[in-house]
Nanobody, 121 residues
Framework: QVQLVETGGGLVQSGDSLRLSCAAS????????IGWFRQSPGKAREFVGI????????EYSDSVRGRFVITRDEAVSTVYLQMNNLKPEDTAVYYC??????????????WGQGTQVTVSP
């Protein structure tokens, strides 16, 4: 059974760092690319970044490039989203998803439940 579980969200202050984890099970870690999305209240879910299934290529949205980094630990089938220099506008529910190399939601067939990140001014 495929499952993605995000952890690591919380309340931080502007300028702080936070690392989210996405634990993947069900055999998809080496077969699917892992993307991160986020959704703020009243807004559509938006692409944050993606790491390819080999772990050697990543891309990011303009709003987070240079501040966020996606890495992975193959030994524990986990992908991480390291978020640095957080801003209040980064406040959202963050989701990881597994699928093809895409920036759109419909490119991903498996989704986690989401984890809340709140950045205070």
């Amino acid at each position: 059974q495929v499952q993605l579980v995000e952890t690591g969200g919380g309340l931080v202050q502007s300028g702080d760092s936070l690392r989210l984890s996405c634990a993947a099970s069900g055999g998809i870690f080496s077969t699917h690319h892992i993307g991160w999305f986020r959704q703020s209240p009243g807004k559509a879910r938006e692409f944050v970044g993606i790491l390819n299934r080999n772990g050697n290529r990543s891309e990011y949205s303009d709003s987070v490039r240079g501040r966020f980094v996606i890495t992975r630990d193959e030994a524990v089938s986990t992908v991480y989203l390291q978020m640095n220099n957080l801003k209040p506008e980064d406040t959202a529910v963050y989701y990881c998803a597994a699928g093809r190399w895409d920036y759109r939601e419909d490119g991903f067939e498996y989704w986690g439940q989401g984890t809340q990140v709140t950045v205070s001014p």
